[in-house]
């Protein structure tokens, strides 16, 4: 179907910046929604940010005002700028796409997830 890479995780001293990527490749597809998940140890997955089709946006509260999403259409990506970054923000990081795609004369649903990057923020 639709397959996602993540990349720009990695380690970063607090108050510094990452910009992680997340390309879609595959048949012909749409996307429609985009979203950055994330997954602290012993945590469950939360929400970090999403953005439609409408380019409507929302954030978790702890992140408004420092993270910011953003999607090329015609790259087919998705990125998550990360700004003033805390302790409290190391995870693994997790993009998510949900569309339609194109095979044998059809259109498809399809929601895909990346592997995961991960993003440690030392104190």
């Known amino acids: 179907q639709v397959q996602l890479v993540e990349s720009g995780g990695g380690l970063v001293q607090a108050g510094g910046s990452l910009r992680l990527s997340c390309v879609a490749s595959?048949?012909?597809?749409?996307?429609?929604?985009m979203g950055w998940y994330r997954q602290a140890p012993g945590k469950q997955r939360e929400l970090v940010a999403d953005?439609?089709?409408?380019?409507?946006?929302r954030y978790a509260d702890s992140v408004k005002g420092r993270f910011t999403i953003s999607r090329d259409n015609a790259k087919n990506t998705v990125i998550l700028q990360m700004n003033s970054l805390k302790p409290e923000d190391t995870a693994v990081y997790y993009c998510?796409?949900?569309?339609?795609?194109?095979?044998?004369?059809?259109?498809?649903?399809?929601?895909?997830w990346g592997q995961g990057t991960q993003v440690t923020v030392s104190s």
């Open positions: 998510n796409i949900d569309g339609t795609y194109y095979r044998d004369g059809d259109w498809s649903n399809f929601g895909s």
């Open positions: 953005i439609t089709t409408g380019g409507s946006t």
């Open positions: 595959g048949y012909v597809f749409n996307m429609n929604y």
